[in-house]
């Protein structure tokens, strides 16, 4: 139970880190046919061109530590959702390697352009897919009943807030690192996007309670709410620290950080309405976790990475940190 618990944490800090730093990534991608002059272009993939690569390891950590510390999990996950997965990988592949090609190419940059924006997009959306899909509950033998059976409307609701989310995101982070009009620009863009995820957590909170009797007794029950409500008090005290702070030049980065914090409490909030499921009403960690042995045995490789991970990624962030300039490499 301990070793299963501690795995359990593991990988929710894998999955926030990766939806966090990848995610305004992506949404750099998302945004990117919002710019039309090749400058602009030039200067979003420039902003990213130092950390899109290594953002993407909290991915890799996230499924190898699905696949060895719940093996139960990651076969059933892999299976249901294999279309989307597969989409997902195939549309990061794209995105990847439109960010080689694009600093090269003269007459096909207009294809990269899509390639990384179609990519960017269509790997969020599969992602918010595949999330609300495991919230609303897949039958354990759903790859039996239909390889369609994730699709639905709340799930695709969910694609789509993710893809708002990681577009606020990369505003947000576009206000950071950048300047002048480019930097107003992305302010203008960050106010809409705050308005639309602030609608779509509302919609997407307020759909699950009524759905699912379960999360409904979770927050509901008893004193359960009084308990829970700081999540949806501090959210929206956030919103707004993050529309005030859009004005506010003096502190470019608070935007980036109010929302980062939204979406930590986004994300406890899923987690205090599903635990201890991975996949609701079907498999819990407990379940789903391997034999101790191979829980002790992942043991040193987690005391390895984890801190190893964190270390190269704080200070490839600490080196390329300040704003975004207009000449070849960006910094």
Known sequence: MDLAFFYFLILGFAIFMYVLLDGFDLGIGILFPWFEEHHQKDHLMRSISHVWDGNETWLVFGGVILFAAFPEAYSTILSTFY????????ALIFRGVAFEYRFKSDRSKPWWDFAFS????????????????IVQGVPINAIELSSWIWLTPFSILTGFSVMAGYALLGACY??????????QRASRYARTLLILILLFMLVVSLWTVVAQPEIRHRWFDGINFFLLSPLPVLSIALGYTTWVSLSNVNHESRPFWCVAGLFLLGFAGLVVSLFPYL????????????P?????????????????ICGYTLWGYRVFSGKVEDYQEGY
Do not use: E, N, W
Request: charged fraction near 15%.
């Open 83 to 90: 279309l989307p997965i597969m989409l997902m990988l195939f």
């Open 118 to 133: 179609a990519g960017s997009t269509v790997a969020a959306f599969c992602q918010g897919v595949i999330l609300g899909a």
């Open 174 to 183: 576009l206000y950071m690192k950048s300047r002048d009009d480019m930097q």
């Open 279 to 290: 996949i609701p009403r079907h498999l819990t960690f407990m379940d789903a976790a391997a």
């Open 292 to 308: 101790d042995s191979s829980l002790r045995f992942l043991l040193y490789g987690i005391c390895i990475f984890v801190p190893l």
